[in-house]
């Protein structure tokens, strides 16, 4: 049997695959927890610093859970609401500590929809599309979506697409916030993978940090997250000496000219 998610690493970035492009990468129980596997792998790996999510071939980043399996096997809707990683996608990404950029080749649908809400930067091609349809599947979302969503592309826009379950383009989906960028379907993993070496040429245990910093202050209200920016820098920014500050000074100019 092929491999259910293929792992290739070049030159500090994680490419990551979901490879099941005949099932549209459904989220079969092998598939999670083999995703498990690589995120963990992914994650203890130091010649690794940011890891680009995609899925095979070019109709779907993942149709979400495999809903054949679910009709079939007594207990299986038990997976939406699966707490632990090797069950539920959504922290299987999470529990990687380096960034995730997920490069949406084709659609993603319900648990694919909160699969790729859980990368930190989403790139979609041309022919991604997305919806949530767990409205018309009559199962209510466990890996976030219902939270996550309204957060990112306002309440109403997040209604219109879960109430409906209709799907919005790749264009819609950049207009409306949800994606940081649309590039011709071409371009997609080598566009990912340009951000992705750019992020790993940065101090990767200061981009963990960052990353950490960033997702814990936007789970907490705007006061108690600043507050806890300002701990946080007070305490990493002590340890900066001002010969540190110096000896990257050039760096940090010439990358600008570069850009």
Same mark, same amino acid.
């Given at each position: 049997?092929?491999?259910l998610v ?37 994650? *203890? ?8 999510l995609?899925?095979?071939?070019e109709r ?10 679910l009709?079939?096997?007594?207990? /299986?809707?038990?997976? %939406?609401?699966a707490?632990g ?5 959504v922290?299987?990404i999470e529990?990687?500590r ?8 084709g659609? *993603?649908i ?12 989403l790139i979609?091609?041309?022919? %991604? ?5 767990? %409205? ?14 309204s ?16 799907f919005?383009?790749a ?18 993993l080598?566009t990912?993978r340009?951000? /992705? ?25 705007f006061?108690?997250?600043m507050?806890l920016e300002?701990?946080?820098?007070? %305490? *990493?920014n ?9 000896? =990257? =000074? *050039?760096?940090?100019?010439a ?5």
């Amino acid at each position: 049997m092929d491999d259910l998610v293929l792992l290739d690493v070049a030159d500090g970035v994680a490419t990551v695959t979901l490879n099941r492009p005949g099932a549209m990468n459904a989220l079969s129980t092998a598939l999670r927890a083999r995703l498990y596997a690589v995120m963990k792998q992914v994650d *203890a790996d130091n010649d690794v610093r940011a890891v680009v999510l995609t899925g095979a071939g070019e109709r779907a980043f993942t149709a979400g859970l495999d809903l054949k399996e679910l009709g079939s096997q007594a207990g /299986a809707l038990g997976s %939406a609401n699966a707490r632990g990683a090797d069950e539920n996608p959504v922290k299987a990404i999470e529990l990687c500590r380096k960034p995730v950029i997920g490069a949406i080749n084709g659609v *993603a649908i319900t648990g694919g929809f909160e699969v790729a809400l859980a990368c930190d930067i989403l790139i979609a091609s041309e022919n %991604a599309r997305f919806a949530d349809t767990h %409205a018309r599947v009559g199962v209510m979302p466990g890996w976030g979506l219902s939270q996550k969503l309204s957060r990112l592309i306002g309440i109403s826009r997040a209604k219109e697409l879960s109430l409906s379950g209709n799907f919005i383009d790749a264009a819609t989906a950049e207009r409306w916030g949800l994606v940081n960028r649309v590039v011709p379907a071409g371009d997609l993993l080598a566009t990912a993978r340009k951000l /992705a070496a750019d992020i790993a040429s940065a101090d990767a245990g200061f981009i963990a940090a960052y990353k950490k910093l960033i997702d814990d202050g936007f789970a907490r209200p705007f006061g108690e997250a600043m507050t806890l920016e300002h701990e946080r820098s007070s %305490a *990493a920014n002590r340890a900066v000496t001002p010969e540190a500050v110096e000896a =990257r =000074r *050039a760096a940090v100019q010439a990358w600008g000219r570069s850009q």
